[in-house]
Nanobody, 119 residues
Framework: VQLQASGGGLVQLGGSLRLSCAASGSIVSINAMGWYRQAPGKQRELVAIISLGGSTNYADSVKGRFTISRDNAKNTVFLQMNSLKPEDTAVYYC??????????????WGQGTQVTVSS
């Protein structure tokens, strides 16, 4: 299972970006999908997560500004980020809890996409 993230970039304070992450490969099923971020000198932290059924959970710092969604038919998760702040600057990673061809449940990670918010 491979995850390919895209959509990062440079945006001004208050701007918006939409991240996408598509899973591919020998996938039997995908359970939860999520977005994490890691700023320089900080630990990786959860941003948002969405279950197979569409239940969502967000970090307090992004509630009301970010929206996570998924397209199960395309094995893709999205993160709509609005009202961006400089403190949102980080490398954003997608992940998926999925079952591969060996029928074992594992967590997979994408390669990361840089989001930079300028003030």
């Amino acid at each position: 299972v491979q995850l390919q993230a895209s959509g990062g970039g440079l945006v001004q304070l208050g701007g918006s970006l939409r991240l996408s992450c598509a899973a591919s490969g020998s996938i039997v099923s995908i359970n939860a999908m999520g977005w994490y971020r890691q700023a320089p000198g900080k630990q990786r932290e959860l941003v948002a997560i969405i279950s197979l059924g569409g239940s969502t959970n967000y970090a307090d710092s992004v509630k009301g500004r970010f929206t996570i969604s998924r397209d199960n038919a395309k094995n893709t998760v999205f993160l709509q980020m609005n009202s961006l702040k400089p403190e949102d600057t980080a490398v954003y990673y997608c992940n998926a809890v999925a079952t591969g061809p060996d029928w074992k449940l594992r967590t997979y990670w994408g390669q990361g996409t840089q989001v930079t918010v300028s003030s």
